[in-house]
């Protein structure tokens, strides 16, 4: 399993990005895909999920009606659509895949970093 993300960059509060985690290596129909981020200093922390099969989602109370986690099932792909980014919301991003729904990301991606500027 290997999963790329992309995406981050500078960009001002207020304002908004997406980030995008491709994942390729078998079939992700039984996972949950995850978005992590660690700020500089801090653990990591938990972001979002989404249950690959049905696409129900979960958030980080901090991210909540911020943050939209989706999937794209032609593309295996995981996305992270951020709004009304605030400066507290600088980290690294990284996506997950925790192949049995039951808490533990056993795959990671190599991190994307976002920054925002107040």
């Known amino acids: 399993v290997q999963l790329q993300a992309c995406g981050g960059g500078l960009v001002q509060a207020g304002g908004s990005l997406s980030l995008s985690c491709a994942a390729s290596g078998r079939s992700f129909s039984s996972y949950v895909m995850g978005w992590f981020r660690q700020a500089p200093g801090k653990e990591r922390e938990f972001v979002a999920r989404?249950?690959?099969?049905?696409?129900?989602?979960y958030y980080a109370a901090s991210v909540k009606g911020r943050f939209t986690i989706s999937r794209d099932n032609v593309k295996n792909t995981v996305y992270l659509r951020m709004n009304s980014l605030k400066p507290e919301d600088t980290a690294v991003y990284y996506c997950a895949a925790d192949q049995y729904g039951r808490g533990t990301y056993h795959y990671w991606g190599q991190g994307t970093e976002v920054t925002v500027s107040s």
């Open positions: 989404i249950i690959w099969s049905d696409t129900s989602t």
